[in-house]
């Protein structure tokens, strides 16, 4: 499994005797259902039940998962907790010199510091976070021009330690840093000392300050670059879409005390040398067969017939949706629940959080892939187009045909089976008609 797909996933892929669309097995894991090779037509509807599908152009198709909106508004949620400290702050303040007392900024000092130290810093953690989870997820692509499919997998790494660091290092770093600002904010509280006195200390702390800053900036900088010189590289294997090993898996899991059903669907490429491994694979929880079946029908359509056949992108993401939304949410709510949705909008800054949603789906997603990717997905002249095998596509009819009069996909069978029994039948019709032609002579 890769980092670029939600679940992990052994390297064990279904055993390749016998393998073939329709198949269905019992694993140490649960129960399976084939879908390739030969990706046949299964009948059912084209849904992109997962939201699977992030980006579709006339030549390729993106998959990626992940809910990216609720990651920019858990990160923004900071923000407005910083805005509203400060702003009790301030109303601290202002009361205090309301009540004809001596002015004093130490309420909003203090409450700024607790920002500057707690929840600007978090805030920050979890915005970068997103974004390292963005690149760290890269989408799987399905380009229908050469029917090829690409994944993505990272290069094992050399394991890296930051020199001098570990949770000890990093604590004593964080209260040394926090006390050093709290001591440039601490002579302003002091009385009965002379101006010079206090501009003395602050002077003093501030300075200590600045040199832990830059000791600190200078070690992280060249720490992380020497780290990312060990990190996995992101590369990407392309394999052919008619030989893709793809498979619904309905999985138990079995804890101390808890045991889950949960249903997979899986995309691999086999190793070259070992095909019951996989040199690549990305799965998705699909919750049920069914639904499993509509997730792999967006694919198997768009590869086949077109993109017009698959499902768009959800726009959920979108600020042009989160605008229709609000505006649709003000004509039919009253007053009340309608003021309570925009407290909650502000509070998570969610105009905002979906700015940072597109521009990490159009922009930060896309920026860390392979070149080779790109010019894989270089549109190419029609007649270049890879096309589907006769065979294929003559299948395809023979059980569309098939599931118009009844048949389920889930029911039938290895495909080869099917076509076996299908013919059986129609030399045994043809044998019956020769004989009925026959007697009536």
């Given at each position: ?171 004593i770093a964080y209260i040394t840093y926090i006390g050093t600002i709290a001591a440039v904010f601490m002579p302003y509280t ?187 997905s270089a549109p190419l002249p029609k007649e270049q187009w890879t096309k589907p095998s006769e065979a294929l596509q003559s ?47």
């Amino acid at each position: 499994m890769t980092k670029a797909n939600e679940n992990p996933l052994t390297n064990q892929l279904p055993p390749e005797p016998n393998w073939e669309a329709g198949v269905r097995r019992i694993t140490k894991e649960g129960r399976l259902l084939a879908l390739t090779p030969k990706p046949v037509v299964t009948g059912e509807r084209a849904v992109d039940v997962n939201a699977w599908i992030r980006r579709k152009t006339e030549g390729w198709l993106d998959l990626q998962n992940g809910n990216l909106l609720f990651s920019a508004e858990f990160a923004l949620m900071f923000l407005s907790l910083t805005i509203l400290v400060m702003m009790g702050g301030l109303a601290m303040t202002v009361n205090y010199y309301l009540g004809h007392h001596e002015l004093t900024w130490i309420p909003l000092l203090g409450l700024g510091g607790m920002n500057l130290l707690i929840t600007v810093p978090w805030g920050l953690y979890v915005y970068f976070l997103g974004n390292k989870a963005v690149k760290e997820t890269p989408p799987i692509r399905l380009n229908r021009q050469r029917r090829e499919v690409a994944i993505p997998r990272w290069t094992e790494g050399k394991e890296f330690k930051l020199p001098f660091w570990n949770d000890s290092a990093a604590g004593i770093a964080y209260i040394t840093y926090i006390g050093t600002i709290a001591a440039v904010f601490m002579p302003y509280t002091l009385e009965g000392e002379s101006p010079e006195y206090v501009q003395l200390l602050v002077t003093i702390f501030a300075t200590a300050l600045a040199v832990e800053t830059l000791v600190i900036g200078a070690y992280f900088f060249i720490a992380l670059r020497l780290k990312k010189k060990h990190d996995p590289k992101l590369v990407y294997e392309f394999y052919p879409w008619d030989k893709l090993v793809a498979y619904i898996e309905t999985r138990q899991d079995i804890g101390p005390s808890l045991m889950a059903t949960r249903t997979v669907l899986t995309l691999a490429i086999p190793k070259p040398d070992d095909p019951e491994s996989a040199l690549a694979a990305a799965t998705i929880n699909v919750g049920h067969e069914t639904a499993g079946l509509a997730q792999w029908e967006c694919l198997r359509r768009f590869m086949e017939d077109g993109p017009e056949d698959c499902p768009d992108p959800k726009n959920d993401d979108t600020l042009a949706h989160y605008k229709a939304r609000c505006r649709q949410a003000r004509k039919e709510m009253s007053l009340l629940p309608w003021l309570g949705k925009k407290v909650g909008d502000w509070f998570f800054q969610r105009y905002l959080a979906h700015i940072i949603t597109e521009r990490r789906i159009k922009t930060l997603a896309l920026k860390s892939l392979p070149k080779e990717l790109e010019r894989w997905s270089a549109p190419l002249p029609k007649e270049q187009w890879t096309k589907p095998s006769e065979a294929l596509q003559s299948l395809n009819q023979n059980l569309t045909r098939a599931y118009e009069r009844g048949l389920r996909f889930t029911n039938m069978g290895p495909v080869s089976e099917w076509q076996a029994g299908r013919e059986a039948k129609r030399q045994e019709k043809r044998g019956r008609g020769r004989y009925q032609s026959k007697a009536s002579s």
